[in-house]
């Protein structure tokens, strides 16, 4: 096989960071600027597009894969993103069209961490998998027939945003009981710090997912229960997804996914009891196989090299 | 455009209906048998393969396509299905390969109408829709990208048994609160007697979908009730459907449908607050067109001319 050159751009609130990925999934050279200090995409970009030439060295390269949040595949575009200072439309190809001659893909980031998973991961050979991010929200790349589901306008796959809960906890979306509210980050710190006060136990409110996963680890209650309780959650809800789209399997990525088993063994448990008869034990649940590596750069690498 | 020629044949629990369509979606002759009087499928396809010659009169036709029950389009069987008499796995393929050589597709009831509705109905031209049906059970045809989404074993679109309600109403699948039980002509009519009930009214238990209609009508507060509550029910998950799948309309089929706007005002209004910001305002929800044809026929003869 030919060794062929992609460039990978993960763009985040805080940091972007730049890659250059060959098609095995090597990671040969990295560079990262930070998103904030830039008050318009322009010179941001620019900066890029000098970052770029230093880090190939002269390689060809036959394209770049963008992952941002909100990004939309079918426009090029960050559209209307929360965390980023750029606020409405951001034509993100089409500045960086000004700079490069070669395809360029941008998508957001759970679209990324599926197509990554495709083209180097554990999804490789499938074609009907999701990969479900948990992070600062919730979010998933639902590949159908070997390519990724983006709907009429780009923006399917917004797992995080079906409702758990009628009137459930407020979500940063405007609406209440939110996925996302429950199984983000955020979610899963706030039923810990919701069942420690029904306890009468004193907690700091500024702990981690980190700190959670080590307080399980050590045995304890509050951080156990909240591992049962946000894999109930998760696990009647992938078994809606299950019914819906029968995938072969169902990858999990993200901060709270570090955790490991103590999430996962429940989340399988709930996640079998709740599927319909015919899909019972047929579905994979799993890590991310790019969990400790770039994945997010890898993820936007891939959009170049995988089916999109 | 050359007139084309397709069979068409609907396998439901009492009755089976083969029609011979053309491409434009006329239906040009007419068979029926009772399914029931069958107790093994092989003398079952025996008749309809002797019907089949007597209705073409001569006219070669592209193919023959099957909606039933269960019906697994990969593998061109029926596989368990509750309401037919033939248990296990049904080769109809198989069995009607035996007698003509022509292309020959299986799917379900769900996933014709589907197929119907892109050929045939108000989905021409459109990639990403989803026709919802409501009947003895609620089933779902899926399209993205312009094809049905199978999943990876040909069951996918199984919205009827997500769940709308944990420890809800029983369901025929063994679990409790899937979305048929308040959907389906059965969940409705067991909404109305519940209403009926904690009012002191009294009414018959064998209640139809149309009477319930007709009460609504007459504007009846029990069926208007009873209208509200299923809209609110099927408005709330298809919000979510759309945050999933983002398509362009959603098409209802099915007894329940014939209430027209006394059921679909409400629902477009219950589906339009549930649904996520960017989704607002650009989802069609319309009855099928088809709704008053011999929908189950077109939709199968349809996966004989349609992409599928």
Known sequence: ???????????????????????????????????GDYETP?????EICKLIPE???????????????????????????ANLKWKGLVELRKLFSACFDCP???TNDANAAAIGEMV???ARGMKHFSVITLGTGVGSGIVVDGKLLYGSDGFAGEFGHIIYEYDG?????????????????????????????????????????????EKALAQ??????????????????????????????????????????????PMKKYMEENMLQVFKGKVKLEVS???????AILGAAALVFGER
């Open 55 to 81: 880090m190939t060295s002269g390689k060809d390269f036959d394209g770049i894969g963008i992952g941002a949040p909100n990004g939309n595949f079918y426009n090029g575009t960050i559209e209307y993103a």
């Open 169 to 213: 906890r407020p979500c940063g979306c405007g609406r209440k009981g939110c996925l996302e509210t429950y199984a983000s980050a955020g979610g899963i710190r706030t039923t810990y710090l919701q069942i420690a006060k029904e306890r009468g136990i004193v907690v700091d409110p500024d702990i981690t997912s980190k700190y959670i996963h």
């Open 42 to 46: 322009e010179p941001f970009v620019k």
């Open 220 to 265: 304890d209650e509050v951080a156990l229960e909240t591992f049962d309780y946000t894999a109930k959650i998760l696990g009647r809800k992938l078994a809606d997804l299950v019914a819906i789209f029968s995938p072969e399997a169902i990858f999990l990525f993200g901060g709270p996914v570090k955790a490991g088993d103590l999430l996962l063994t």
């Open 289 to 295: 196989s790019l969990m400790n590596k770039n994945a």
């Open 120 to 122: 180097f991961g554990g």
């Open 1 to 35: 096989m030919k060794t062929k050159y992609a460039i990978g751009i993960d763009i985040g609130g805080t940091n972007t960071v730049i890659g250059l990925v060959d098609n095995k999934g090597n990671l040969l050279a990295e560079r990262s600027l930070k998103t």
């Open 104 to 106: 360029i893909y941008v």
